[in-house]
């Protein structure tokens, strides 16, 4: 019988030691908060952790996700929570933040690297405090329709609207992102004040959850500005429509180019937080 090949250390723990490099550290910088970024991404010093479980809200997929940011966006995202569990809204199912030093995450995001960008997902049916294992696979469903062009009717609910309202609502918000096809149903349904629609931009994907997108804090000058605010007016206008015309004419394939572009480089003293033991 040939002998078998024995690795020193089991498989699994090989892996799963992969993966935890893969990830980053798992503690965040120790230190005053500091948010460093440019157009490539950037990370955080001094971030602090969202609780798995506050009054309004609970983590889900704690084993994937990170729940790290500026202290600000904790205390925003513990206000939307308070603010909706009042307003009679179950839980709020959070997921991504940042990782605990920033950093690229998984699916190359250049947000959600500097602790100033949160997903909250658009669930408004109630539901129980879940135990961790049970949150670990939540994936609400999505809104909006398999053709990209409208919502569910069978799903939206007109909390949907109250809850990214509220979102919008919160002190330092830059924008929050959904699907265009969200936007359109807000665009078509929401009366009297619409001035908050203009907070709600189209973004791809987000068809079961929201990003908030928030600004840079004060007094981190290292914070790169964010995109260009919201133009005026309720954005339910060409710039919504331009989402839907795509989808009649997605866009040609863009000519081939001799030399790949050399990717934008986070900045040196991001590379240096994250190799930080
Ligand atoms: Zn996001």
Same mark, same amino acid.
């Given at each position: 019988m040939p002998p078998r090949f024995r690795p020193l250390i089991p498989l699994t723990l090989l892996l799963a030691a992969l993966l935890i490099m893969a990830a980053g550290p798992t503690t965040p910088m120790p230190g005053p908060v500091h948010i460093i970024g440019n157009s490539a991404g950037g990370c955080i010093q001094g971030a602090v952790r969202l609780p798995d479980d506050a009054p309004g809200l609970q983590t889900v997929r704690v084993g994937k996700s990170n729940f790290w940011g500026h202290p600000d966006t904790i205390a925003r995202l513990l206000q939307l929570a308070r603010t909706a569990s009042a307003a009679g809204f179950p839980d709020l199912y959070m997921g991504d933040l940042s990782n605990p030093r920033g950093g690229p995450m998984p699916g190359g995001h250049v947000s959600h690297q500097m602790g100033i960008d949160a997903d909250v997902y658009l669930d408004v049916n109630p539901h129980p405090r879940l135990p961790f294992a049970a949150r670990e696979n939540l994936e609400p469903p999505s809104l909006v329709r398999p053709d990209g062009r409208s919502v569910d009717q069978s799903r939206w609910r007109p909390e949907h609207a109250a809850l990214l309202r509220m979102a919008t609502e919160l002190p330092g918000v830059d924008r929050v992102l959904v699907n265009a096809a969200i936007k359109k149903q807000l665009c078509s349904t929401v009366t009297g004040?619409? +001035?908050?629609?203009?907070?709600v931009r189209p973004w791809y994907g987000h068809a079961s959850h929201m990003h908030i997108s928030f600004l840079? *804090? +004060?007094?981190? *000058?290292?914070c790169p500005p964010r995109p260009a605010p919201p133009p005026p007016g309720d954005g339910c206008d060409a710039s919504l429509q331009w989402w839907f015309d795509r989808l009649d004419a997605p866009p040609k394939p863009a000519p081939p180019v001799t030399k790949p572009p050399r990717p934008p480089a986070l900045p040196a003293a991001c590379i240096a937080m994250l190799k930080a033991p």
């Open positions: 004040d619409r +001035a908050w629609l203009r907070m840079c *804090p +004060a007094g981190q *000058p290292d």
